[in-house]
């Protein structure tokens, strides 16, 4: 079982940037057995991928719209991982979701989703 906690959220100007959290409360199976994922959702659109990485961190994995602005990383030992996001435009305004799997997965088919965290970015 995975328990996810997004937090960083909030409102930035257009060009700004935001570092966003997931912490995992796991049980049964180590943090480190999970691939992560970044997903975001707009009002009025599907939810999509926008960034995923590897159990040890070794790879990772982003959306043609989000590369060379946005950073995924994670700490094992925290339990955590992160979106770093720079650059930020008023089309990244959505709900951000972390999720969890022990596949790693660049679709929505993961096990395990937080509550989500809210970005909004002005124009």
């Known amino acids: 079982q995975v328990q996810l906690v997004e937090s960083g959220g909030g409102l930035v100007q257009a060009g700004g940037s935001l570092r966003l959290s997931c912490a995992a409360s796991v049980s049964g199976r180590p943090f480190s057995s999970y691939a992560m994922g970044w997903f975001r959702q707009a009002p009025g659109k599907e939810r999509e991928f926008v960034s995923a990485?590897?159990?040890?961190?070794?790879?990772?994995y982003y959306a043609d719209s989000v590369k060379g602005r946005f950073t995924i990383s994670r700490d094992n030992a925290k339990n955590t991982v992160y979106l770093r996001m720079n650059s930020l435009k008023p089309e990244d305004t959505a709900v951000y979701y972390c999720a969890a799997d022990e596949v790693l997965r660049l679709s929505s088919n993961y096990d395990y989703w937080g509550q989500g965290t809210q970005v909004t970015v002005s124009s």
């Open positions: 990485i590897s159990w040890s961190g070794g790879n990772t």
